[in-house]
Protein backbone atom coordinates (compact mmCIF):
# COMPACT_ATOMS: atom_id res chain seq x y z
CA UNK A 1 0.00 0.00 0.00
CA UNK A 2 2.95 2.51 0.91
CA UNK A 3 4.43 1.82 -2.42
CA UNK A 4 1.06 3.15 -4.00
CA UNK A 5 0.57 6.01 -2.01
CA UNK A 6 3.65 6.88 -3.04
CA UNK A 7 3.54 6.65 -6.38
CA UNK A 8 0.20 8.62 -6.43
CA UNK A 9 1.54 11.18 -4.23
CA UNK A 10 4.45 11.83 -6.50
CA UNK A 11 2.19 12.02 -9.49
CA UNK A 12 0.46 14.84 -8.39
CA UNK A 13 3.26 16.96 -8.80
CA UNK A 14 4.59 15.53 -11.76
CA UNK A 15 1.62 16.54 -13.62
CA UNK A 16 -0.37 20.18 -13.08
CA UNK A 17 -3.35 18.66 -11.35
CA UNK A 18 -1.34 18.99 -7.68
CA UNK A 19 -0.71 22.81 -8.36
CA UNK A 20 -3.90 23.60 -9.75
CA UNK A 21 -5.48 22.13 -6.80
CA UNK A 22 -3.15 23.69 -4.76
CA UNK A 23 -3.17 26.89 -6.29
CA UNK A 24 -7.39 27.54 -6.99
CA UNK A 25 -8.00 26.43 -2.86
CA UNK A 26 -5.65 28.64 -2.09
CA UNK A 27 -6.53 31.63 -4.24
CA UNK A 28 -10.33 31.05 -3.91
CA UNK A 29 -10.61 30.51 -0.02
CA UNK A 30 -8.04 33.41 0.47
CA UNK A 31 -10.55 35.67 -1.03
CA UNK A 32 -13.64 34.21 1.14
CA UNK A 33 -11.32 34.55 4.18
CA UNK A 34 -10.58 38.22 3.01
CA UNK A 35 -14.16 39.40 2.19
CA UNK A 36 -15.59 37.37 6.11
CA UNK A 37 -12.33 38.91 8.11
CA UNK A 38 -14.57 41.55 9.60
CA UNK A 39 -17.21 38.48 10.75
CA UNK A 40 -14.36 36.62 11.71
CA UNK A 41 -12.77 38.77 13.86
CA UNK A 42 -15.62 38.98 16.42
CA UNK A 43 -16.22 36.17 18.67
CA UNK A 44 -20.01 35.44 17.04
CA UNK A 45 -19.93 32.00 16.26
CA UNK A 46 -22.88 33.32 13.40
CA UNK A 47 -19.35 34.64 11.60
CA UNK A 48 -17.36 31.25 11.76
CA UNK A 49 -20.15 29.06 10.29
CA UNK A 50 -21.05 31.61 7.40
CA UNK A 51 -17.25 31.06 6.75
CA UNK A 52 -17.45 27.36 6.58
CA UNK A 53 -20.40 27.38 5.02
CA UNK A 54 -18.66 28.93 2.02
CA UNK A 55 -15.63 26.23 2.50
CA UNK A 56 -18.32 23.65 2.15
CA UNK A 57 -18.82 25.33 -1.34
CA UNK A 58 -15.49 25.10 -2.38
CA UNK A 59 -14.75 21.65 -1.58
CA UNK A 60 -17.66 20.45 -2.98
CA UNK A 61 -16.07 22.19 -6.74
CA UNK A 62 -12.25 21.76 -5.94
CA UNK A 63 -11.52 18.20 -4.52
CA UNK A 64 -13.07 16.47 -7.41
CA UNK A 65 -9.71 17.86 -9.09
CA UNK A 66 -7.85 15.65 -6.56
CA UNK A 67 -10.23 12.45 -7.06
CA UNK A 68 -11.04 12.35 -10.79
CA UNK A 69 -7.76 10.64 -11.76
CA UNK A 70 -7.59 8.20 -8.60
CA UNK A 71 -8.58 5.20 -11.22
CA UNK A 72 -9.99 6.72 -14.43
CA UNK A 73 -6.68 7.45 -15.48
CA UNK A 74 -5.36 3.87 -15.11
CA UNK A 75 -8.47 2.28 -16.55
CA UNK A 76 -8.10 4.58 -19.63
CA UNK A 77 -4.76 3.51 -19.85
CA UNK A 78 -4.81 0.06 -19.17
CA UNK A 79 -2.41 0.67 -16.26
CA UNK A 80 -5.09 -0.88 -13.98
CA UNK A 81 -4.24 -4.08 -15.26
CA UNK A 82 -0.68 -4.15 -13.30
CA UNK A 83 -2.57 -2.81 -10.06
CA UNK A 84 -5.08 -5.35 -10.28
CA UNK A 85 -2.09 -8.07 -10.66
CA UNK A 86 0.41 -6.38 -8.26
CA UNK A 87 0.95 -8.67 -4.80
CA UNK A 88 -1.21 -5.99 -2.80
CA UNK A 89 -4.84 -6.01 -1.63
CA UNK A 90 -7.98 -4.50 -3.43
CA UNK A 91 -7.82 -2.76 -0.03
CA UNK A 92 -4.54 -1.53 0.05
CA UNK A 93 -4.74 0.21 -3.22
CA UNK A 94 -7.70 2.19 -2.59
CA UNK A 95 -6.20 2.99 0.12
CA UNK A 96 -2.93 4.06 -1.18
CA UNK A 97 -5.03 6.44 -4.01
CA UNK A 98 -7.62 7.41 -0.80
CA UNK A 99 -4.72 8.20 1.76
CA UNK A 100 -2.58 10.41 -1.18
CA UNK A 101 -4.90 12.50 -2.46
CA UNK A 102 -6.07 13.10 1.61
CA UNK A 103 -2.31 13.93 2.31
CA UNK A 104 -2.43 17.15 -0.75
CA UNK A 105 -5.53 18.11 0.81
CA UNK A 106 -4.75 18.02 4.26
CA UNK A 107 -1.62 19.98 3.61
CA UNK A 108 -2.90 22.59 1.35
CA UNK A 109 -5.64 23.09 4.06
CA UNK A 110 -3.27 23.06 6.82
CA UNK A 111 -1.36 26.28 4.67
CA UNK A 112 -4.89 27.88 4.50
CA UNK A 113 -5.74 27.75 8.24
CA UNK A 114 -2.60 29.86 8.89
CA UNK A 115 -5.17 32.41 7.74
CA UNK A 116 -6.76 32.60 11.24
CA UNK A 117 -3.33 33.87 12.72
CA UNK A 118 -4.07 37.08 11.54
CA UNK A 119 -7.73 37.57 13.33
CA UNK A 120 -5.70 36.94 16.11
CA UNK A 121 -3.43 40.13 15.76
CA UNK A 122 -6.45 42.22 14.93
CA UNK A 123 -9.33 41.13 16.58
CA UNK A 124 -10.88 38.59 19.51
CA UNK A 125 -11.41 35.13 17.84
CA UNK A 126 -12.97 32.04 19.59
CA UNK A 127 -10.23 30.03 19.59
CA UNK A 128 -12.09 26.72 20.36
CA UNK A 129 -14.77 27.81 17.47
CA UNK A 130 -12.33 27.98 15.27
CA UNK A 131 -10.15 24.71 16.06
CA UNK A 132 -14.05 23.31 15.89
CA UNK A 133 -14.85 24.51 12.81
CA UNK A 134 -11.53 23.38 11.21
CA UNK A 135 -12.03 19.78 12.53
CA UNK A 136 -15.66 19.26 11.07
CA UNK A 137 -15.04 20.63 8.10
CA UNK A 138 -11.57 18.69 7.20
CA UNK A 139 -13.88 15.40 7.94
CA UNK A 140 -16.48 16.59 5.51
CA UNK A 141 -13.54 16.89 3.16
CA UNK A 142 -11.94 13.76 3.82
CA UNK A 143 -15.84 12.29 2.76
CA UNK A 144 -15.91 14.09 -0.07
CA UNK A 145 -12.49 12.71 -1.07
CA UNK A 146 -13.80 9.28 -0.40
CA UNK A 147 -16.99 9.80 -2.50
CA UNK A 148 -14.79 11.54 -5.94
CA UNK A 149 -12.81 7.83 -5.45
CA UNK A 150 -15.44 5.70 -5.91
CA UNK A 151 -16.95 7.89 -8.63
CA UNK A 152 -13.47 7.88 -10.36
CA UNK A 153 -13.35 3.24 -9.96
CA UNK A 154 -16.55 3.96 -12.45
CA UNK A 155 -15.10 5.86 -15.40
CA UNK A 156 -12.52 6.19 -17.55
CA UNK A 157 -12.94 9.74 -18.18
CA UNK A 158 -11.56 12.15 -15.71
CA UNK A 159 -14.01 14.62 -16.74
CA UNK A 160 -17.10 12.44 -15.95
CA UNK A 161 -15.54 11.44 -12.51
CA UNK A 162 -15.29 15.06 -11.77
CA UNK A 163 -18.22 16.12 -12.68
CA UNK A 164 -20.00 13.45 -10.95
CA UNK A 165 -18.25 14.02 -7.85
CA UNK A 166 -19.72 17.50 -7.88
CA UNK A 167 -23.02 17.15 -8.43
CA UNK A 168 -22.98 14.17 -5.50
CA UNK A 169 -21.54 17.04 -3.14
CA UNK A 170 -23.52 19.84 -4.36
CA UNK A 171 -26.72 17.45 -3.74
CA UNK A 172 -25.45 16.54 -0.52
CA UNK A 173 -25.29 20.15 0.20
CA UNK A 174 -28.68 21.15 -0.88
CA UNK A 175 -30.56 18.38 1.26
CA UNK A 176 -30.54 20.91 4.38
CA UNK A 177 -32.47 23.52 2.22
CA UNK A 178 -34.54 20.34 0.63
CA UNK A 179 -35.57 19.49 3.94
CA UNK A 180 -36.45 23.01 5.08
CA UNK A 181 -39.27 22.67 2.43
CA UNK A 182 -40.76 19.61 3.51
CA UNK A 183 -43.89 20.26 5.60
CA UNK A 184 -43.85 16.18 6.53
CA UNK A 185 -42.43 15.82 10.04
CA UNK A 186 -40.42 12.37 9.57
CA UNK A 187 -39.75 13.33 6.16
CA UNK A 188 -38.20 16.07 7.21
CA UNK A 189 -36.19 14.57 9.46
CA UNK A 190 -34.93 11.74 7.58
CA UNK A 191 -33.65 14.27 5.39
CA UNK A 192 -31.80 16.22 8.06
CA UNK A 193 -30.40 13.12 9.12
CA UNK A 194 -28.30 13.13 5.65
CA UNK A 195 -27.67 16.54 5.60
CA UNK A 196 -23.68 17.11 5.78
CA UNK A 197 -24.39 20.97 7.06
CA UNK A 198 -27.06 20.01 9.58
CA UNK A 199 -24.24 17.47 10.58
CA UNK A 200 -21.51 20.10 11.06
CA UNK A 201 -24.17 22.58 13.10
CA UNK A 202 -22.25 21.16 16.45
CA UNK A 203 -18.71 22.57 15.42
CA UNK A 204 -19.98 25.87 15.08
CA UNK A 205 -21.08 25.76 18.50
CA UNK A 206 -18.27 24.68 19.91
CA UNK A 207 -19.46 21.11 20.54
CA UNK A 208 -17.55 18.02 19.51
CA UNK A 209 -20.64 15.69 18.34
CA UNK A 210 -19.53 12.14 18.41
CA UNK A 211 -22.63 11.16 16.31
CA UNK A 212 -21.33 13.86 13.46
CA UNK A 213 -17.82 12.88 13.80
CA UNK A 214 -18.99 8.83 13.04
CA UNK A 215 -21.11 10.04 10.20
CA UNK A 216 -18.67 11.58 8.42
CA UNK A 217 -16.41 9.00 9.19
CA UNK A 218 -18.89 6.14 7.87
CA UNK A 219 -19.35 8.20 4.58
CA UNK A 220 -15.56 7.79 4.14
CA UNK A 221 -15.42 4.33 5.14
CA UNK A 222 -18.94 3.38 2.66
CA UNK A 223 -17.56 5.01 -0.03
CA UNK A 224 -14.00 3.01 0.31
CA UNK A 225 -15.43 -0.12 0.58
CA UNK A 226 -17.97 0.58 -2.37
CA UNK A 227 -14.69 1.26 -4.03
CA UNK A 228 -13.53 -1.78 -3.17
CA UNK A 229 -15.85 -4.02 -4.54
CA UNK A 230 -15.88 -2.17 -7.82
CA UNK A 231 -12.48 -2.71 -8.15
CA UNK A 232 -12.56 -6.47 -7.10
CA UNK A 233 -15.59 -7.37 -9.83
CA UNK A 234 -13.04 -5.70 -12.49
CA UNK A 235 -9.95 -7.87 -11.28
CA UNK A 236 -12.25 -11.14 -11.37
CA UNK A 237 -13.85 -9.52 -14.78
Do not use: H
Not at 18 to 31: A, D, K, N, T
Not at 45 to 51: A, D, H, N, V
Not at 112 to 139: C, D, K, R, W
Not at 181 to 192: D, L, N, P
Amino acid sequence: MFAIYTRELKSYFLTPIGYIFCGMFLVVSGLVFSQTTLMLATPSTSSLGEYFIYMMAIFAVLLPLLTMKSFSEDRKSRTDQILLTSPVSILGIVLGKYLAALTVFAATFVANSFNFVLLFMYGTPNATSILMNIFGIFLLGAAFLAIGVFLSSLTENQLIAAVSAMGVNAAMLLISLIADGIESTFWRTVFKWFSVIDRFEPFTNQMLDISAIIYYLSLAAIAVFLTTRVIEKRRWA
